[in-house]
């Protein structure tokens, strides 16, 4: 049990066909319930960081209670900055005990994404940290897949191989048509396998077999907890996921990282919705809470179970 890096973790991922949980979090009960989840199915994960969960929380009320969780589960946790957006931030989290640290530069003209991105693995490497970095935008491409729209924004796999070779990243985000929060198709889910598949031969060919694939914007947005929200008062319409098979599939195919924020933000806000409705006398929100951390830690057991496969990954 301890805080690490993803290295070794990425290895045995990529051999064995399945891939690592990443979680965001900001506060205690979503640490607690993640943690508690991956524990359960004896499964390594990855506790994930935003800017605006640092801003929220603060860095060191984040490490003191993913070192808890450490110590009350047993597991392998990585902590991880989530779109870092500059090395201010990265150097804030490196000096706050973070073992892993991503730098988002996919907004930045190509050549000034890899001059920053590089400044950043400079930087973490130096310190024992990891390095994630992304290349190419994370939108939905509409409907019947236009392939000038795809080339344009998915990442390009002659690019994705120069981004490595001149970084030296630990692993690469890429856009292959997910995107972030619960409404990330207007018609058919569809995600761009062969791009995948290209981009992992074309990095192997040059010399990074094994090379470790991330995938955000990855969580699934499960009708039935939709449902359960909008029953108990809420109004989220159209919202629509990544369908589970196809995260299988990607996790049996390079991606060693799979990003899921929005599907806790749903299994939290439908716990407490339910038991604010069911329960209008109570106030203490160690109930409705608890409620929330439970919803937390069965979402990240099947997740684990169903989706992921990291099952067993601590023995
Ligand atoms: O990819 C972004 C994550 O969902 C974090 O979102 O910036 O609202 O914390 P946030
Ligand atoms: P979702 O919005 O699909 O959960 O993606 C989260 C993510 O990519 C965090 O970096
Ligand atoms: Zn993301």
Redesign the pocket.
């Known amino acids: 049990m301890a805080l690490v890096t993803t290295k070794e973790m990425f290895k045995k991922a990529y051999e064995g066909k399945y891939a690592i949980g990443a979680f965001?979090i900001?506060n205690m009960e979503i640490i607690q319930g993640v943690a508690r989840g991956a524990a359960a199915k004896n499964s390594a994960c990855i506790l994930q960081v935003?800017?605006?969960?640092l801003n929220y929380a603060g860095p060191k009320y984040l490490y003191g209670m993913v070192k808890a969780a450490i110590e009350e589960t047993g597991i392998d946790i990585a902590l991880h900055l989530?779109?870092g957006p500059d090395l201010e931030t990265v150097k804030l989290c490196i000096e706050n005990g973070f073992t892993s640290v991503m730098f988002d530069g996919s907004h930045f003209e190509y050549e000034e994404n890899v001059a920053k991105t590089k400044e950043v693995v400079d930087y973490a490497h130096a310190r024992g940290v990891v390095v994630e970095a992304e290349l190419g935008k994370l939108a939905g491409v509409e409907d019947e897949v236009n392939v000038d729209a795809a080339n344009a924004t998915y990442t390009d796999p002659d690019q994705a191989v120069d981004f490595v070779k001149r970084t030296g990243v630990d692993s690469l985000a890429i856009a292959i048509g997910t995107s972030?929060g619960a409404y990330k198709f207007k018609g058919e889910a569809k995600l761009d396998f062969d791009r995948l598949e290209v981009i992992t031969k074309k990095l192997a060919d040059a010399g990074y077999p094994n090379f470790p694939i991330v995938l955000?914007g990855a969580s699934s947005v499960d009708p039935a907890v939709i449902e359960m929200c909008n029953q108990y008062g809420g109004a989220l319409k159209g919202a629509s996921g990544i369908p589970a098979d196809m995260l299988r599939k990607a996790a049996a195919s390079g991606v060693c990282k799979i990003?899921m924020?929005?599907d806790i933000r749903l299994a939290m806000t439908a716990g407490i919705r339910k038991s604010f409705s069911e329960k209008p006398e109570a106030f203490d929100p160690r109930g409705y809470l608890g409620v929330a951390r439970e919803m937390i830690q069965a979402l990240v057991e099947s997740k684990i179970e169903d989706v992921l496969g990291s099952k067993d990954s601590m023995k």
Request: charged share 25%; proline share 0%; net charge negative.
């Open positions: 965001n900001n935003s800017r605006s969960a989530d779109h972030h955000h990003n924020d929005t």
